[in-house]
């Protein structure tokens, strides 16, 4: 996939607000790194070197363009940026802190994943992580369904979606052998936008990627326009033009043996 800063930027003070509840729930060890994983364009990074100003923080992402974007972008911060994968990533020093906001559910098999993580941060460390559950919401059942319309069902064949984040009990039962104080909830996010058809813009940085990706320039305009349609049925606007969009997180906090 290949990923545009500038478009996924666009809602960044939307994007902010699930950091903003996760941070405050965090009490790493005195020692040992912190990892950003699926740090994007940086921000997060930059928050967590801002939140404990001593720790080194490394952000680690797939998409060069995203850390070019992060380095640019927060350069003279303290912080560093690592191109890698999450799937297969493994922390090159002690991890006191793995962070990860709205990544993990872009990785498969979590029920592998999440105990390797947790195996990768040292006693007393902790794992943080959010994700969004909107894989059942409209926003992305229109994506499935436009998708599967013969004029794009073989040219999407190869499209690789976002993984559907396990239930709450899923979670506790794969990190209870490994960690203490497991702290899980999910909160709705009502976000109020402005402009036309902004939760196909929402997309456009997000859930539609691993589809329009794989279009030409004029197919993809096509594709995110027929999207457009679709959820602007879905998610009416409001009485003053604006749209409320609903996303439900999930959120874990849990501390290492």
Request: hydrophobic content about 45%; glycine content about 8%.
């Amino acid at each position: 996939m290949r990923w545009k800063p500038e478009v996924y930027l666009n809602f960044a003070a939307c994007r902010a607000r699930p950091v903003a509840d996760l941070l405050p729930r965090v009490n790493p060890p005195d020692l040992g790194v912190f990892y950003d994983l699926g740090c994007g364009p940086g921000n997060v990074t930059a928050k967590l070197k801002a939140r404990w100003p001593a720790r080194t923080v490394i952000g680690v992402d797939s998409s060069p363009e995203m850390l070019d974007a992060a380095r640019g972008k927060h350069a003279g911060e303290g912080v560093s940026f690592e191109l890698g994968d999450i799937a297969t990533w493994k922390a090159s020093q002690p991890a006191a802190l793995i962070f990860t906001n709205a990544a993990l559910h872009w990785v498969p098999g979590h029920e592998t994943l999440f105990p390797r993580l947790a195996r990768t941060l040292i006693p007393g460390g902790i794992l943080a992580v959010q994700m969004p559950l909107g894989q059942r919401a409209p926003y992305h059942t229109c994506i499935g369904e436009i998708a599967a319309a013969p004029r794009w069902r073989d040219k999407l064949a190869k499209a690789h979606p976002q993984t559907t984040p396990l239930p709450a009990g899923g979670y506790y039962d794969l990190l209870a052998p490994l960690m203490d104080e497991i702290d899980i909830w999910e909160t709705d996010y009502r976000h109020v936008l402005d402009g036309e058809d902004p939760v196909a813009a929402w997309a456009s940085g997000t859930a539609l990627v691993p589809y329009t990706g794989l279009l030409e320039k004029t197919e993809a305009a096509d594709f995110t326009a027929a999207y457009a349609r679709a959820v602007r049925a879905a998610y009416p606007p409001q009485s003053d033009g604006r749209t409320i969009f609903t996303m439900r997180r999930i959120f874990i906090v849990a501390r290492r043996r």
